[in-house]
């Protein structure tokens, strides 16, 4: 099928993921309505409040017709098959964006379906997010050139796709993750050949943050990943973004954080809800950066 798809980072090249950002920043009017008269499929298997409603309004300003369905309506391989859930939305709408327990869910979709599958979230990435993050950091920053991102707690399915975004712009990756919950070597050594500036994994969230300009976390224990808790919390209890961890960044360092957040445990709450933060800016440019991507996937250039 010759549809482009957004599973993740990686299928945006560096020019397009500029782009995007580009797009995301445009005057909606200047994007004309690309979506006019069209739906736009948002199935969710797990819960949302950032992404339901930010593609939903990004939908909208494109001039389309969001329709949301619950997982549990679609049925994925219990009412039918992915497959024939997938060629039969095709043909109503002119794409389908969806939140899965299984990456592969999206890959078969992908495989059959003629309009664009976005992935609103999986256990792998979550690249909606990642946009929204090297969004913020550009505009909070001032460019992303030479910048220093990191990464402390679980290399998560937002690490992951952020690590990969940061890549592309030849940003500096630090990472602080414990042992067991860290970026593997292969991962480490494709974010170096994506064009990172450097790639350091450490395990210690004050020496991750080291010198950097924007310092990220999330939560401990993701969507799936509940019967795991008392573990999760245990292991990465040393991995709390507080105000020692934000000292060793860059002093105008800023704090992200995807969102939903839990105060005390990822993070302080002197931390999320101080003057370094930045959550509510990036959670309103989750919107932006999902016209952006929603009007690359459509074919709009500026
Ligand atoms: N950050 C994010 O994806 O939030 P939701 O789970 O609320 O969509
Ligand atoms: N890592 C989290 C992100 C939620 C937006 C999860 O997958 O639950």
Not at 35 to 51: M, W, Y
Not at 164 to 181: D, K, S, T, V
Request: net charge negative.
């Amino acid at each position: 099928m010759s549809a482009r798809h957004f599973l993740d980072v990686t299928d945006l090249s560096a020019r397009d993921l500029n782009q995007v950002l580009d797009l995301a920043e445009a005057d909606i009017a200047k994007l004309g309505r690309p979506l006019a008269d069209k739906g736009v499929a948002l199935i969710f298997e797990k819960p949302s409040n950032r992404t339901r409603h930010s593609m939903e309004m990004a939908v909208v300003q494109l001039g389309g017709h969001p329709i949301f369905t619950r997982g549990e309506e679609v049925g994925f391989d219990e009412r039918e098959t992915v497959e024939d859930v997938t060629r039969i939305l095709a043909g109503y709408h002119h794409a389908i964006a969806a939140r899965v327990f299984a990456h592969s869910v999206l890959q078969r979709m992908a495989q059959v379906s003629s309009v664009p599958i976005i992935n609103m979230l999986s256990e792998q990435s979550h690249p909606l997010q990642a946009i929204a993050d090297v969004l913020t950091m550009r505009q909070e920053l001032g460019g992303l050139n030479n910048k220093t991102v990191a990464w402390v707690g679980d290399y998560n399915n937002v690490a992951r796709s952020l690590s990969e975004a940061c890549a592309l712009e030849r940003m500096h990756i630090r990472l602080g993750c414990p042992q067991g919950y860290g970026a593997s070597a292969s991962e480490l050594t494709r974010l170096q050949e994506l064009g990172a500036a450097s790639v350091e994994q450490h395990d210690s969230a004050v020496l991750a943050a080291k010198h950097a300009h924007a310092v990220h976390t999330d939560a401990f224990v993701s969507m799936g990943q509940e019967s795991e808790t008392e573990k999760r919390l245990h292991d990465l209890a040393e991995f709390k973004v507080d105000a020692k961890v934000m000292a060793a960044a860059d002093s105008n360092a800023i704090f992200m954080h995807c969102l939903p957040a839990h105060r005390e445990v990822e993070v302080s709450g002197e931390v999320i809800d101080g003057a370094q933060s930045r959550v509510v800016l990036q959670a309103h440019n989750r919107m932006h950066a999902a016209r952006g991507v929603l009007a690359h996937l459509m074919g709009v250039t500026i």
